[in-house]
């Protein structure tokens, strides 16, 4: 097992996604600190691990502030001697279109994906940096941070946000042999359960039969164990030289995502002003202008029949 003796930190880990990543790097050989908000499924969460031989320690926090941070590096520290690996995926949805989304819904979202990535990073490289450990941060994006979603102002800026924030953790890290990448999931979830476009997806995995390939294969959706093996393949010392990469995973796909690169580049003599860009932006930019949101294949008509 590649990541024997390692200790890891997942943050969100009481269910779903985040309970299948830290079964894969128990599974790999690490011991886990289990967070959650929700005290009964840390209890679950850390009891299953032990119970399949595991070693687990549970922190039932909200993620956000300086100390629960503090307090999740701790208990690795106090419970198994070390840490190793960090991954940030708690997180929340609060989606509204613009105009009904409050400041409260905005900062909810944007406390506990973006600062609370932030200061859980803060604290882990801190330590790492100190004991001279090359650790691992692995921080969870997602496709509307890349592409933008209708009603999700909120989660796109933190989603966006937190893979900005490994680009330049990527750099400030490297001397300290520390790596920082940002994994993009697509999978079945609370959250797609809800959409009917995957309803027969999620309806197949909860039968426990293959989704169709339209999902795995052409949409690159699959389930939460989809995306929990390159969550330990990041965390292992094989990963060493993967830095900076915002990384795309689910179902039978994997992609690197590019960095943002301009799409066009064209000069003028003496600059742009108004009247310049209004005799020649289209001409010149309109053909190179760049398209938001996701976009899916055609479904097959069998599967569209079951979501009319």
Known sequence: MSLSGKVAIVTGSGRGLGLSYAQELVRQGAAVVINDIDQSAVDSAVATIIEQGGQ????AAAVGSTETAKSLVSAAVENFGRLDILVTNAGVLRDKSLLKMTDEDFDLVIN???????????EAY?????????GRIIAIGSPTGQRGNFGQTNYAAAKAGIVGMVRTWALE???????ANAVIPVAATEMTKTVPFFRPAVEA????????????????????????GIIAFLASDEAQNINGQAIGVGGDRLQIWTHPE?????????????????????????????????????MPAELAAQIA
């Open 56 to 59: 687990a320690v549970g922190v």
């Open 262 to 298: 301009a799409a066009v580049t064209e000069f003028h003599e003496g600059g742009w002003d108004y009247a310049t860009l209004q005799a020649e932006f289209t001409e010149r930019f309109a053909g190179s202008q760049q398209s938001v949101g996701e976009k899916f294949p055609e």
């Open 173 to 179: 890290m490297k001397r300290s042999g520390v790596t």
């Open 112 to 122: 506990v994906h973006l600062r609370g990535t932030f200061t859980c990073v803060r």
């Open 205 to 228: 995995e909860e039968r426990g039969e293959v989704m169709p390939d339209f999902y795995r294969k052409d949409l690159g959706f699959g389930s939460a164990e989809d995306v929990a």
């Open 126 to 134: 801190g330590y790492f940096k100190e004991n001279g450990i090359s």
